[in-house]
């Protein structure tokens, strides 16, 4: 049975940082290439980042240089680290595997994030 449990969300007040942690059970996550998603509230899901099984990293272009990837494979956790968070990053975010340009498997409950002073 795959499990993503996502955790590591807060408030957060606007130019701060959050790392977010995804532990995952269920498949084999050393071959994998995981991504982070999120959805803003009245928004569509949308792929944030992804990292591959050897640790490349991939960022939407808008957020490049304020959001990283990184994982532990001996954990089966990824992680997404958040610097200078804005109101617009506001979300639940959530990780899966990343699979032909697509989130894989069903989805876990997800993390809130919310950026606000």
């Known amino acids: 049975q795959v499990q993503f449990r996502e955790s590591g969300g807060g408030l957060v007040q606007p130019g701060g940082s959050l790392r977010l942690s995804c532990a995952t059970s269920?498949?084999?996550?050393?071959?994998?290439?995981m991504g982070w998603y999120r959805q803003a509230p009245g928004g569509r899901r949308e792929l944030v980042a992804t990292?591959?099984?050897?640790?490349?990293?991939s960022n939407v272009a808008a957020l490049k240089g304020r959001f990283t990837a990184s994982r532990d494979t001996v954990k089966n956790t990824v992680f997404l680290q958040m610097n200078s968070l804005k109101p617009e990053d506001t979300a639940v975010y959530y990780c899966?595997?990343?699979?032909?340009?697509?989130?894989?498997?069903?989805w876990g409950q997800g993390t809130q994030v919310t950026v606000s002073s």
């Open positions: 990292i591959g099984r050897f640790g490349t990293v």
């Open positions: 269920g498949f084999i996550f050393s071959t994998a290439t």
């Open positions: 899966n595997v990343h699979r032909d340009g697509s989130p894989y498997y069903s």
